[in-house]
Nanobody, 126 residues
Framework: QVQLVESGGGLVQVGGSLRLSCAAS????????MGWFRQAPGNEREFVSG????????AYADSVKGRFTLSRDNAKNTVYLQMNSLKPEDTALYYC???????????????????WGQGTQVTVSS
């Protein structure tokens, strides 16, 4: 079992930045690929970014490429999503997720992820 707790969400103006954190506890964090998903009201949950458990491979949705950066610190059992140049369309509930896969894999489908946090709200005001 892996427990995930997100933090760092909040209200920010257009063009601002936030850093989301996802702290994991339980079984070996370093063996899990980690992903961030988001869901806005009325929309389906969508992939934002993911990172392999080695940290050497990352993936981003086209909508956030060049603005968001995902990293992980296996010694602290934490992943970080740095979000810059935020837009109103980034407003959503952001979820952290984990799944045990091969060291290089970065799954983008939500169905692959076994463990989920409760989410942290990000609101970008114009």
């Amino acid at each position: 079992q892996v427990q995930l707790v997100e933090s760092g969400g909040g209200l920010v103006q257009v063009g601002g930045s936030l850093r989301l954190s996802c702290a994991a506890s339980g079984r070996s964090f370093s063996s899990y690929a980690m992903g961030w998903f988001r869901q806005a009201p009325g929309n389906e949950r969508e992939f934002v970014s993911g990172i392999s458990w080695s940290g050497g491979h990352t993936a981003y949705a086209d909508s956030v490429k060049g603005r968001f950066t995902l990293s992980r610190d296996n010694a602290k059992n934490t992943v970080y999503l740095q979000m810059n140049s935020l837009k109103p369309e980034d407003t959503a509930l952001y979820y952290c997720a984990a799944t045990p896969v091969s060291w290089y894999e970065v799954p983008v489908g939500s169905y692959v992820y076994d463990y989920w946090g409760q989410g942290t709200q990000v609101t970008v005001s114009s």
